[in-house]
């Protein structure tokens, strides 16, 4: 279990670390110029990976619905967005605002899922997201 929470741990700091890279680089260019290079040099490093370790291309990559594939875009506006927010903002409120973000869009698709949660739960669950939120942005 160890070896996975520092897997995840790991992670957690190379996004913080691309995020204030993305952030410094839209400073000195633009989002939209901090988005490409972070998708170019993200490309590479994982493609390199695939050839490495093999599965590349997955068997049945091809057969897969077109609506696979819309993370990509949805991944370029997500960078973007993330290296215009982080020096107006501060990386802190932007971290806040992803994680929330992220809680409050696996609720919603937690609704459309075969079983969906009961509702009173996910709307106390958004509400506490959101007033969590709140909270941090008082002034003292």
Do not use: C
């Not at 929470?5 to 952030?23: D, E, H, K, W």
Request: charged share 5%; net charge positive.
């Amino acid at each position: 279990m160890i070896v996975w929470i520092a897997m995840a741990f790991t992670g957690g700091v190379f996004v913080s670390l691309s995020r204030q890279v993305n952030g410094r680089l839209s400073l000195s260019n633009s989002p939209l110029i901090a988005s490409f290079w972070n998708h170019v040099v993200g490309f590479i490093v994982l493609t390199l990976l695939g050839l490495a370790l093999g599965g590349l291309l997955p068997p049945g990559a091809a057969d897969a619905p077109w609506y696979a594939f819309i993370g990509g875009p949805i991944g370029v506006i997500f960078i973007a967005s993330g290296s215009w927010l982080i020096p107006r903002i501060g990386a802190v409120n932007t971290a806040l605002l992803v994680i929330s973000g992220q809680m409050v869009s696996g609720v919603v698709l937690d609704l459309f899922s075969e079983q969906p949660p009961k509702i009173w739960a996910s709307a106390l669950g958004i509400l506490l997201i959101l007033g969590g939120m709140v909270l941090t942005q008082r002034r003292k």
